[in-house]
């Protein structure tokens, strides 16, 4: 079958989206913080189980859910949405906004919101899947729809993988997925090769001697210590690392005290560094350690410094088969896209349930800024300005976000289920 009969073959199997849109608006209001997807995930298993066809498997590597389609002889693909939301107090205004609070990991209450389009991911698949199942006599092969918890915290993947995902699923021959994106709504991008860099995140834990504030010079001041820690690590990218190479590095987090008069004994550092290359994340890291204990001796702190890395995130590498296959069949429809769109330091653990089995791998990203607020940015040069992922403010447009993802899962995998 040719791409551009796909094309046609879609858009004569096109859903009415009005209930998804209600469900995406339910989704956006009812946001869980990683690891506690529960409802979530029973609302997805609910909705699944209604299309009849899915074999459903629940709670893997978590609240996980994975629904299998085997339609007849052909090629396994298997296409993710994350579910998982933020702890981002909304401001977006939105007549659907969360309101809602969740207890994090710690025990602490903390607001809850989907400020990274998840809730537009699962939405969006879920409406693939019912397409996909709508257009079964067009294609041959094995579908599979997975559900991924704990995407923030870069744990859902390997969690999945595990708890043998693959031993409850078939081995897909390629793994598909998308991310919606601070992007003009109804384009799409993809490249081959890195689409998404690698993050690594880690809490710095200094020391220091305390004591009373009117008496610096009987103390050692992890503040002060800290300070210098914060001001050096910015030397790394600027002055050590090639200005070739992809590297970012960010202390996004300083914590030390709780009153004005007192020097306390210990700050912690929360410090985030992407990359795309093995060799530039180990430069970094020793960079990071190399610059800490210095800093250290120099302060005379009494006790060695503490390196506990909390978060881990591969690089999205894009098989250059798989994507340029896909891209063949998007250029056929979608008026929007482009084929080398620039690679982005936003991180993705996606490609962890390919790289577990050598399993080529496809990734794509889908706009979500309103037109006319793009278009209107854009002619001012003033995109940088709209709100992205992680703000308070991200609103992902419903329309055409939804279709264009909807449209894009469904060509990327019907490339590869298509009857010849």
Same mark, same amino acid.
């Given at each position: 079958?040719?791409?551009?009969?796909?094309?046609?073959?879609?858009?004569?199997?096109?859903?009415?989206?009005?209930?998804?849109?209600?469900?995406?608006?339910?989704?956006?209001?009812?946001?869980?913080?990683?690891?506690?997807?529960?409802?979530?995930?029973?609302?997805?298993?609910?909705?699944?189980?209604?299309?009849?066809?899915?074999?459903?498997?629940?709670?893997?590597?978590?609240?996980?859910?994975?629904?299998?389609?085997?339609?007849?002889?052909?090629?396994?693909?298997?296409?993710?949405?994350?579910?998982?939301?933020?702890?981002?107090?909304?401001?977006?205004?939105?007549?659907?906004?969360?309101?809602?609070?969740?207890?994090?990991?710690?025990?602490?209450?903390?607001?809850?919101?989907?400020?990274?389009?998840?809730?537009?991911?699962?939405?969006?698949?879920?409406?693939?899947?019912?397409?996909?199942?709508?257009?079964?006599?067009?294609?041959?092969?094995?579908?599979?729809?997975?559900?991924?918890?704990?995407?923030?915290?870069?744990?859902?993947?390997?969690?999945?993988?595990?708890?043998?995902?693959?031993?409850?699923?078939?081995?897909? &021959?390629? $793994? @598909?997925?998308?991310?919606?994106?601070?992007? *003009?709504?109804? +384009?799409?991008? =993809? #490249?081959?090769?890195?689409?998404?860099?690698?993050?690594?995140?880690?809490?710095?834990?200094?020391?220091?001697?305390?004591?009373?504030?009117?008496?610096?010079?009987?103390?050692? &001041?992890? $503040? @002060?210590?800290?300070?210098?820690?914060?001001? *050096?690590?910015? +030397?790394?990218? =600027? #002055?050590?690392?090639?200005?070739?190479?992809?590297?970012?590095?960010?202390?996004?987090?300083?914590?030390?005290?709780?009153?004005e008069n007192i020097i306390t004994d210990r700050a912690e550092?929360? $410090?985030?560094?992407?990359?795309?290359?093995?060799?530039?994340?180990?430069?970094?890291? =020793?960079?990071?350690?190399?610059?800490?204990?210095?800093?250290?001796?120099?302060?005379?702190?009494?006790?060695c410094p503490v390196f506990t890395p909390t978060r881990r995130?591969?690089?999205?590498?894009?098989?250059?088969?798989?994507?340029?296959?896909?891209?063949?069949?998007?250029?056929?429809?979608?008026?929007?896209?482009?084929?080398?769109?620039?690679?982005?330091?936003?991180?993705?653990?996606?490609?962890?349930?390919?790289?577990?089995?050598?399993?080529?791998?496809?990734?794509?990203?889908?706009?979500?800024?309103?037109?006319?607020?793009?278009?209107?940015?854009?002619?001012?040069?003033?995109?940088?300005?709209?709100?992205?992922?992680?703000?308070?403010?991200?609103a992902p447009v419903i329309q055409p976000t939804m279709r264009?993802?909807?449209?894009?899962?469904?060509?990327?995998?019907?490339?590869?289920?298509?009857?010849?």
């Amino acid at each position: 079958m040719a791409r551009s009969s796909l094309s046609d073959l879609l858009k004569t199997a096109s859903l009415d989206l009005a209930p998804y849109e209600n469900l995406y608006k339910y989704f956006h209001a009812h946001p869980e913080l990683s690891r506690q997807e529960r409802s979530t995930s029973e609302k997805l298993a609910v909705h699944l189980a209604q299309l009849k066809v899915y074999e459903l498997h629940t709670n893997i590597g978590g609240y996980g859910l994975a629904g299998v389609f085997r339609n007849g002889e052909g090629k396994t693909v298997l296409l993710r949405a994350d579910m998982d939301a933020l702890p981002v107090k909304e401001l977006t205004g939105l007549p659907y906004a969360s309101s809602l609070t969740m207890r994090d990991a710690d025990g602490n209450e903390r607001p809850v919101m989907h400020a990274c389009g998840h809730d537009m991911h699962i939405t969006c698949l879920l409406a693939a899947a019912e397409t996909l199942v709508k257009m079964q006599d067009a294609w041959s092969g094995t579908l599979i729809v997975l559900f991924q918890p704990d995407e923030e915290r870069g744990g859902g993947a390997q969690a999945m993988v595990d708890d043998g995902l693959y031993s409850k699923i078939p081995v897909p &021959d390629y $793994v @598909l997925g998308q991310h919606v994106m601070r992007m *003009r709504a109804g +384009s799409v991008g =993809s #490249r081959p090769g890195a689409i998404m860099a690698a993050a690594d995140s880690m809490k710095i834990t200094v020391f220091g001697r305390g004591g009373h504030g009117s008496q610096p010079h009987q103390t050692v &001041d992890p $503040v @002060l210590l800290a300070a210098h820690i914060v001001i *050096r690590l910015q +030397s790394i990218v =600027s #002055r050590e690392i090639n200005p070739s190479d992809l590297a970012v590095l960010t202390v996004g987090s300083l914590q030390a005290g709780q009153a004005e008069n007192i020097i306390t004994d210990r700050a912690e550092i929360g $410090v985030d560094f992407r990359s795309v290359k093995l060799e530039i994340r180990e430069q970094i890291i =020793s960079a990071i350690k190399r610059i800490v204990e210095a800093e250290c001796a120099a302060s005379g702190s009494p006790k060695c410094p503490v390196f506990t890395p909390t978060r881990r995130f591969p690089p999205t590498l894009n098989d250059k088969d798989a994507v340029s296959q896909v891209a063949a069949t998007f250029a056929t429809h979608f008026e929007d896209f482009d084929d080398d769109v620039p690679r982005t330091n936003v991180s993705e653990d996606f490609s962890t349930l390919a790289t577990c089995r050598g399993l080529p791998s496809c990734f794509w990203l889908l706009g979500g800024i309103d037109s006319e607020i793009w278009d209107k940015a854009e002619a001012d040069s003033r995109t940088e300005e709209i709100p992205g992922n992680h703000s308070a403010l991200f609103a992902p447009v419903i329309q055409p976000t939804m279709r264009v993802g909807v449209d894009a899962l469904c060509l990327a995998a019907l490339t590869f289920l298509k009857k010849t």
